[in-house]
């Protein structure tokens, strides 16, 4: 089955831009999906199909993907963006959809 | 407003079975593929079953697979989770979640989360 690989934790200075990473074999022929999960609540969708912004999501918050790895790039980083970040794609070879397994973003 | 609220957890002895529920409002289940996802304490996100719009589809991840069943009430626009033959590994938060719409894709995201229920799988 289809593997998505995330670093488990990233640190970042208020004000600062971090990017986290989602790799895959060829995950560039995919659609992938970003979530985040603060403490005891529901995921929100942060950027979909790559790199579009839902309706209310900053401009703070943009996406990439080429190659074997796709990136959510947070830029002047908030205290509030500390939570958990998963991305997500739909494998059609065994028609599943699979989730990295999270990195954790902590604001210093 | 749009929005999926689970209910239907609880603490189960292995073995046993349990029936979750996640009632729709603000969209109609039928125009929508409508996905479970469960996050066992302190783990990440992991895809459980998902049903298409017309019904006609059901797809389960590999571990729930003769033991899962998702369906979907119309009427009641309410769809369910029945779990048989429980496991301890089943222990998680069951979320539901809205998936592609009819004019979609089964590649869409998943753009509308309940809060999600607890099930607990314990002698």
């Known amino acids: 089955s289809y593997v998505l690989t995330q670093p488990p934790s990233v640190s970042v200075a208020p004000g600062k831009t971090t990017t986290i990473t989602c790799g895959g074999n060829?995950?560039?022929?995919?659609?992938v999906h970003w979530y985040q999960q603060k403490p005891g609540q529901a995921p929100v969708l942060v950027i979909s199909?790559?790199?579009d912004r839902p309706s209310g999501i900053p401009e703070r918050f943009s996406g990439t993907n080429s190659g074997h790895t796709a990136s959510l790039t947070l830029s002047r980083v908030e205290a509030g963006d500390e939570a958990d970040y998963y991305c997500?794609?739909?494998?059609?070879?065994?028609?599943?959809?699979?989730f990295g397994g999270g990195t954790k973003v902590t604001v210093l | 407003q749009v929005q999926l609220v689970e209910s239907g957890g609880g603490v189960v002895q292995p073995g046993r079975s349990l029936r979750l529920s996640c009632a729709a409002s603000?969209?109609?289940?039928?125009?929508?593929?409508i996905h479970w996802v469960r996050q066992a304490p302190d783990k990440g996100l992991e895809w459980v079953a998902v049903?298409?719009?017309?019904?006609?589809?059901?797809y389960y991840t590999d571990s729930v697979k003769g033991r899962f069943t998702i369906s979907r009430d119309s009427a009641k626009n309410t769809l369910y989770l029945q779990m048989s033959s429980l496991r301890p590994e089943d222990t998680a938060v069951y979320l539901c979640?809205?998936?592609?719409?009819?004019?979609?894709?089964?590649?869409?995201?998943?753009?509308?989360w309940g809060q999600g229920t607890m099930v607990t799988v314990s002698s």
């Open positions: 979640a809205r998936g592609w719409p009819i004019s979609g894709t089964r590649a869409d995201a998943f753009d509308i």
């Open positions: 603000g969209f109609t289940l039928k125009s929508y593929g």
């Open positions: 049903i298409s719009n017309d019904g006609t589809k059901k």
């Open positions: 997500q794609v739909w494998d059609s070879r065994s028609d599943s959809w699979v």
């Open positions: 060829n995950i560039e022929t995919k659609s």
């Open positions: 199909s790559d790199s």
